[in-house]
């Protein structure tokens, strides 16, 4: 039996590790038997057996590797998510998500990037919901990874004259995150991470920033003229024409204003 | 750098920077010979984990260790991954950029697990080209770690010891062993440690790691999740007498302890070393 090549033998073994049952399962498949025949396992031709191991079990270190480290990575990123499904419709959850998109980047920073999709295209319990909650724990991810950003020094707009504002176009920290939601999704993640037991919300529209901040994330709920005026400034549109998009509340642009500059919304140019 | 220099220079003894650890760290400054950096851990990332970096590169010296630069794969080499490596070693002027004797990933497909090569005269060759590659990119030398493995590959032509032997002398890499690592192969593949460590090139050899494993009924699992054992312990005084001594790394990566007993674990280094005054660091970080 000739001795199976390098690529040969790393495609193998990339099919048995990923595959969802084990590998006695994977080396019955078509795709595994293409690379090497399922008696040259059997016999020792590929994998020697120990004392203890025959072949296909010594691969299963290898196996119950992956898909423990990928939920455990997920886990990480949605603790709240797995709280709220259950272990165990996390875990069936998780592992079908590992399956169906293995990872192809050799971060594991951005893995998870999928799974809000994911979860919105699954049947279940409260699915909007979950959809929300891991949408806005991607966010909260997102920026603490974002790019370092220098926050803009507000007294260098100090001397602006009116139409200079009007025409100013501002500049968002790369952490920002502006997210609307139908549940009160923040309030049940601050819930969560507080130690309560949070049930899923009914419907109430929120709007939520998130921002990174001296290294700390911060998820801040805004009045949704304020979310509207910060979401036009984050698109690019210059200061006067973003206030448009806030409707009738010109009197508190001052006061949000000078909330977001003090939390580093805005970075220098 | 060359790697005689590196080989010549012992950076004392060094734990690994984790996110558990950052606030002692960042309070405290604590007495350490030096810290080492999971590299894919701040690569693609500009959040505090790259400040804390930078703090810590400014105090300590620093050496990159990687997982997933997939040297071993059939796979071409990752360029964008190579850029940002050598990104991040020009910001932390790390001393060393080392990774695993291993593959992690083909067809564009991410293990994320250190998979194991069969040692073959098509793998070595494999390895040398692409080391080669790496060291281009770097400009500097590229050590590399002998995994732990849990399955032996049955048309392997020559013991793990003769294919990291040959492996650096044809590519001109350095060494990291990894003495944990030796002993749960040792142990699961019914291997003579010491036959193994008789076979190391020791003028290759730049650093040593220490680590937990757990034992289960069948196999060791590298799991740096413990104290290291005494077995290991002895396998270290060993290599220190062959080599002469080399820098020293005491890696813990799950169901960390305090920083404090962290650094006593690895400080244990230096009674089975002979806790020679070293003095300061040598040696000048690997700027480009």
Redesign the interface.
Known sequence: MPEPSLAALQRWMSLVVRHPEDPNAASHTEAARALIERGQVLNGDVVRPSPQQQPLQRLGVYHGGYLARLIEVLEHDYSALRYALGDDAWRALATDYVLRHPSQHPNLNGFGHRLPAFVASQDLPDGAFLAELARLQWAVTEAFDAPEFEPLDVQSLATLSEGQWADLVLHTNPSLRLLAFDYPTNGFLQAFFDGEQPKPPKPHTIFVSVYRKEGRVWRTKLPEPAFRILAALHSGEPFGKALDAGGEHEEDITTWFQEWSADGVFRAQ | MTLERLVQTDLGIGIGLRTSHYPHILEHWPELDWFEILS?NF??????P??VLDQVAERYPVVMHGV?L?IG??DPL?RD?LVQLRALRERCGARIVSDHVC???????????L?P??Y?Q??LA?LAARIGQVQDTLEAPLVLENPST??????SAMTEWEFLAAMTRESGCGLLLDINNVFVSCT???WDPHAYLAGIPWDRVVYFHLAGHTRF???L?DTHSAPVCDEVWELYAEAHQRSGGRSTLLEWDADIPSFAEVRAEAWKAKAWRGDRDRGQPQGEPLRA
């Open positions: 894919e690569m693609c990332t500009g959040g505090r790259m400040s997933s997939n794969s059939v990752d991954y593959w992690t990933g083909v067809d564009g497909t991410n293990l994320h697990d998979m090569l069969p073959t098509e793998a494999l849990y399955v032996e590959f049955t048309h699961n593949h019914g009924e069948t196999h699992l």
